[in-house]
């Protein structure tokens, strides 16, 4: 379990990664608190609630969860998510179902997305092809996503 004094005695970490340990339940709330925070990284450990990380995150400008942490689990489409810092989003090897998320528009500073190793299906949604960098890699691998022109 990670602690939730870490949001409270290191108010100014920019980036924590957590990476390869043996922890489970969930990540604490107080995490919000973290505004510095620019990089979390949270491969092959045991959180389950996806969507309850993304909300306590979206201030962060690179989140990477290229891990088997959501098993299955359907991706999210909550409109509520604000990811206006965003500018690197991996989440891969997670099996995740579904489409793509309608929050990934608001990503306005969004460079690189990664969501490979997924069981996403349906089509690649038109607004796509209006992110503002050119630098714009996306990769969708292994997934069932069709391209379709809108």
């Known amino acids: 379990m990670v602690q939730s004094s870490i949001a409270l005695s290191c108010k100014n970490l920019t980036i924590l990664n957590l990476d390869n340990n043996n922890l489970d339940g969930q990540v604490p709330k107080s995490f919000k608190n973290l505004k510095a925070l620019t990089v979390f990284s949270l491969s092959r450990t045991n959180f ?5 990380i ?11 969860f290229p891990s088997e942490n959501f098993q299955g689990k359907k991706i999210l489409n ?3 998510f604000r ?13 995740l179902k579904g489409s793509i998320s309608l929050w990934l528009l608001d990503c306005n500073r969004l460079q690189f997305l990664d969501l490979s190793r997924n069981r996403l299906s349906g089509t690649i949604p038109s607004w796509f092809n209006e992110f503002k960098y050119p ?6 691998i292994k997934s069932q996503v069709r391209y379709r022109k809108g």
């Open 83 to 95: 990811f206006g810092s965003l500018k690197i989003l991996s989440i891969v090897y997670c099996e």
């Open 135 to 140: 630098t714009w890699i996306c990769q969708i």
């Open 48 to 52: 389950m609630n996806l969507s309850s």
């Open 54 to 64: 993304l909300n306590i995150l979206q201030h962060c400008k690179i989140v990477l």
């Open 78 to 80: 909550d409109l509520d």
